[in-house]
């Protein structure tokens, strides 16, 4: 498995509306980031019903690729040295259904770099994970669609995710803050935030604006929460490393750690251009289906896999050299 390289950072623009000075959010700014980055988030944020019908096995690789596909096909880096994400001429000429359901997916891809980076909150999951225990409340249009953990306090926030193809006016804002005011707690606990966020582009730059508007009444949807959701996070992945490498799992269950000269924890996926890979200490839990043991262990590691060049799943992505270039069409 490649070690993470020094990648070229670029930036997203972003604006910031109602967040009191405690949380110490900028109300404007430049988040950098990297492909890398980018590609971690599309991976693992929320799976909505889409879980459901592709579920595990093969199906989870395709589903992986089809996910950096919309990346990768709606953004390009133009030049070595660009500093923005840019939407391609692809993006530029699809028709308005299809533009709109990626720029969402492209909301629900910056809401988890935003919220990892700025609010400390790496785990997120989409509100569909809970429909069987919701379907009242989850039969309604108006909600929001992920919930998300904070690493270092474990405060729940709400998050409802918006992408547009242009900047977004009032309007957008107002139904996002709406939505988002709805979720009143998890487990028990009142949510901490609730917000609203828009993925949009100006000109040609992708850009990202956040919304916390105040609680209000009008929430309804309390979250029922058990340690076996966090298998919606972490399943989709293993499954994606064991069709990768059908020796995955004898891999990773060698006391050695190796077979054949391999590190049993990564692979290279080529139709892609990335490799995946996990923590050591977070492989086995994994290759068991320890899925709660799993995130209490990633959180209990937090620096440990800073320093080592993991996400704060226990995560490693690097991107290959195509991810620099601009987007082209295969013939």
Not at 93 to 107: C, H, N, Q, R, V
């Amino acid at each position: 498995m490649p070690t993470r390289k020094p990648a070229t950072r670029l930036s997203i623009r972003y604006q910031s509306e109602d967040f009191g000075p405690s949380w110490g959010i900028l109300a404007s700014g430049d988040l950098g980031v990297t492909w890398d980055d980018l590609v971690h988030a599309a991976i693992t944020v929320g799976r909505p019903n889409r879980q459901y019908v592709f579920q595990y096995g093969a199906s989870s690789l395709y589903e992986l690729l089809f996910r950096l596909s919309l990346v990768r096909m709606a953004l390009e880096q133009r030049t070595e040295h660009s500093c923005r994400f840019c939407r391609t001429e692809a993006f530029a000429a699809l028709d308005p259904t299809e533009k709109g359901a990626i720029s969402y997916f492209l909301g629900i891809v910056l809401c988890k770099l935003f919220a990892e980076e700025l609010l400390d909150t790496p785990w997120l999951l989409h509100l569909d994970v809970f429909r069987d225990q919701l379907k009242a409340e989850l039969s309604q249009r108006s909600r929001p669609d992920l919930i998300g953990q904070r690493q270092d306090t474990g405060a729940w926030i709400g998050f409802e995710c918006k992408g547009r193809s242009n900047p977004p006016d009032a309007a957008v804002k107002d139904r996002a803050k709406e939505q988002a005011t709805r979720l009143i707690s998890v487990g028990g606990t009142p949510c901490s935030l609730h917000i609203g966020t828009i993925a949009y582009f100006r000109g040609d730059e992708l850009e990202f604006c956040w919304l916390d508007p105040p609680a209000d009444s009008a929430g309804d949807i309390e979250v029922p929460f058990t340690d076996d959701v966090w298998r919606a996070y972490y399943q989709p992945i293993r499954e994606v490393l064991v069709s990768s490498d059908p020796d995955w799992l004898a891999n990773i269950s060698d006391p050695a750690g190796t077979r054949d000269g391999r590190d049993g924890r990564g692979v290279r996926i080529e139709a892609a251009d990335f490799s995946l890979g996990l923590h050591p200490k977070i492989a086995p839990l994994l290759a068991r289906g320890e899925w709660a043991e799993a995130k209490r262990t990633a959180d209990s590691l937090a620096n440990v896999l800073k320093e080592e060049g993991y996400y704060l799943d226990g995560l490693r992505v690097v991107v290959g050299e195509s991810w620099f270039k601009p987007f082209s069409v295969p013939l």
